[in-house]
């Protein structure tokens, strides 16, 4: 792809409508001066001084940040927050960014609200340092008057957008967004209306989804399968073609250092190779960056191979953006497209 064709594409993007159902959680960065390094008088234990707190949508959220990144005209995120601080600072968060609707996103006393904070280093002239990461999670399973609420948005929002992501980021089944009843609502609608593009990603695992695109990575892949972790690009692009003329829908599978591959029903696969590194890198939020790519690339009327090129210049983007969850716009993917080779050197182990 070049960027004369990537441009004829994103020309469509402010027409795109695309639903993001998932979790959304509170990405709260706490940025230390360890200049300003004290020791408590009480305990004897360093206190870490925060001198800045910067907030972002995370998690699902993340694929919302590279939606609005690039340009989409309306984002509808659907998912939850809690009644609580954190789902004050994630709704403004949301609320600020353009493009994004939040008539479908609820707010509710019976869940709190999914949050990262993370504590940061910084010192002048050094990247930056994450120390242990502080989670607030939900431990019980989504209450049955939440889970009504989601299903109801679903419902209403299929007639009216271009493309569905389904992001299920919880580490407990049924304490999330995506349950086994909002799988059985998206099974029905993938079956009603079989020209809507729905992509789904689960950091547990798509085994038991319904057939709609499903987006991996190779580990994913082969259990998935059924089968040992292929070594070899061959057998991984035939586990995912196979894969794909099973279930009649695409299949995208992202392998690190060695690029990305697709399938789609009709047998065709593609491998595209990673860009080589330009610095200092920082994985996290690049498989998000590839989602939400992919998925706006392909709403706007991308090949297969085109949509792999756009996700990979965007994942090459987000790794080399230290001390955040980065995001790739629609301008810095053109220019990369413009200026890169797709020949692999070296990439990071995990996307």
């Keep these: 792809m070049n960027a004369t064709r990537f441009q004829t594409l994103a020309e469509r993007f402010p027409r795109l409508r695309i639903a993001v159902i998932g979790d959304v959680c509170l990405d709260r960065y706490l940025e230390i001066d360890p200049a300003r390094g004290e020791t408590s008088l009480e305990t004897g234990l360093t206190v870490h001084n925060v001198v800045n707190v910067r907030s972002q949508p995370g998690a699902a959220g993340t694929i919302l940040n590279n939606l609005v990144a690039l340009g989409v005209g309306e984002i509808y995120p659907v998912g939850f927050c809690g009644a609580d601080g954190e789902g004050f600072e994630l ?42 990461r502080l989670d607030s999670k939900n431990w019980t399973p989504t209450p049955a008057s939440v889970q009504d609420t989601l299903e109801e948005a679903v419902r209403a929002l299929a007639p009216r957008v271009d493309a569905m992501i389904l992001m299920d980021q919880v580490d407990m089944p049924e304490t999330g967004v995506v349950t086994t009843k909002l799988l059985d609502t998206i099974r029905e609608l993938a079956a009603a209306r079989a020209e809507l593009l729905i992509i789904a990603d689960s950091r547990r695992g798509l085994r038991g989804y319904p057939p709609v695109t499903f987006k991996m990575n190779g580990a994913e892949l082969a259990a998935l399968a059924g089968t040992a972790q ?15 003329q099973r279930q009649r829908q695409r299949v995208f599978v992202t392998l690190a250092e060695r690029g990305m591959i697709g399938a789609d029903a009709s047998g ?49 983007i987000v790794i080399h953006q230290l001390g955040t969850t980065g995001t790739a716009s629609r ?4 220019e990369l497209l413009s200026v890169l080779p797709h020949r692999i050197t070296t990439c990071p182990s995990s996307l």
Aim: hydrophobic share 45%; with cysteine; net charge negative.
């Design 331 to 334: 301008q810095q993917v053109a």
């Design 268 to 316: 065709t696969v593609e491998h595209v190779p990673a860009l080589p590194l330009r610095g200092e890198i920082d994985i996290v939020g690049a498989g998000d960056a590839v989602t939400a790519n992919l998925t706006t690339s392909l709403a706007a009327g991308a090949t297969l191979r085109e949509s792999l090129e756009v996700a990979t210049a965007a994942a090459s």
């Design 91 to 132: 709704r403004r968060a949301l609320a600020a960014k353009d493009g994004v609707r939040l008539d479908y996103f609820a707010q509710t006393a019976e869940r709190r609200t999914f949050t990262y904070c993370k504590p940061l280093v910084l010192e002048p002239g050094r990247p930056p340092v994450e120390l242990n």
């Design 230 to 244: 292929a070594a070899d690009l061959p057998a991984l692009e035939a586990t995912a073609a196979a894969l794909a």
